[in-house]
């Protein structure tokens, strides 16, 4: 989650403790129809855990990373990564555990982005992995979801801003973009917002029923990212757990604000908005279109901000 987080843990810290962070409507067919059959396989990267979701056809594949939210495990994005990757898009979905005032749990940070370069390369190069020569080693992009968005706006920014990294992470060269879902850039829950210098473009995702990481807080972070493009991308109905397999997640601060746009098709949405977002930015005219012309009209869930 972005530091709205903070929130919650003001609530839980007297424990010492530090947990994680019906709709009816279809929604409509895509410019490019993500009909790639997806497959997956578990893997390490820098010791981590993680799931890789990649398409059984294609080659020369960009890298998608994505940062959980705080004590979200891994598992609980399947049907999202999946989604993601049948758009032409190989994506790792670590488990990260590191230590947080204290307490250990599922934590990302931004020195993870490295990492999934290094172990993109080496896989490439793996003529036993069945990405084997498949991976486009030049290419990375971010998606994040609530903790994991904040530490994806922290990389972008070239900055550190604890708890989202240790130490300062310069981002990878070969980070080409970046889509939030539930994220901003709100200081421990407070009224302050801070900047997003950003050096990559970036898309926020965001739920209009979420009631942890709020639409009026991320349109302000929208509002103060200062580089382009960017886009406001806002799912009707969808609430914090909106990009998750089911509803507030075992080990996560649970989001008591109710979805009025059913799972699956807030799950597909988002995943859709994240991959046209991303393919758009690596030059997809396709996706170009989808996002900046004909999207938004045809899809009755989305209504969508953006500065080229």
């Known amino acids: 989650m972005n530091v ?83 758009y032409g898009f190989v994506v790792a979905v670590p488990n990260h555990t590191r230590s947080l005032f204290g307490t250990s749990g599922l934590y990302p940070e931004g020195a993870q982005a490295g990492w999934t370069v290094s172990w993109a390369d080496a896989e490439d190069d793996n003529a036993a992995s069945p990405l084997y020569k498949r991976i486009d080693e030049n290419t990375l992009v971010l998606a994040g979801h609530s903790f994991g968005a904040a530490t994806a706006l922290s990389l972008s920014t070239g900055l550190c801003v604890i708890p989202f990294c240790a130490i300062a992470n310069t981002a990878p060269s070969e980070l080409e973009a970046v889509v939030t879902y539930g994220g901003n850039n709100t200081l421990y829950g407070t009224s302050l917002v801070l900047p997003v210098l950003n050096t990559v473009p970036v898309g926020y995702v965001q739920g209009s029923a979420d009631g942890i990481a709020s ?13 382009t493009p960017k886009a406001f991308i806002e799912v009707a109905g969808t609430n914090h ?37 991303l393919l758009a930015q690596l030059g997809d005219s396709a996706a170009k279109k989808y996002v900046y012309t004909t999207g938004d009209a045809a899809d009755a869930n989305v209504t969508v901000t953006y500065v080229k």
């Open 241 to 277: 757990y909106g990009v998750t397999d089911g509803q507030n997640p075992a080990g996560a601060i649970p989001d008591t604000s109710a979805q009025t746009l059913n799972q699956a098709t807030g799950v597909e949405t988002i995943a859709r908005w994240s991959a046209q977002w």
């Open 215 to 227: 639409p009026s807080e991320g349109r302000t972070t929208y509002n103060l990212t200062t580089g």
């Open 4 to 86: 709205t987080l903070f929130r919650s843990w003001k609530r839980i810290m007297s424990v010492a403790v530090v947990t994680a962070l019906a709709g009816v409507l279809v929604a409509p067919a895509t410019a490019q129809a993500a009909t790639t059959a997806v497959a997956s396989y578990p893997t390490t990267i820098n010791g981590d855990s993680a799931d890789v979701y990649y398409p059984v056809k294609g080659s020369r594949l960009p890298v998608a990373l994505l940062l959980q939210g705080a004590n979200v495990d891994k598992s609980n994005y399947s049907v999202y990564a999946s989604t993601l990757a049948s």
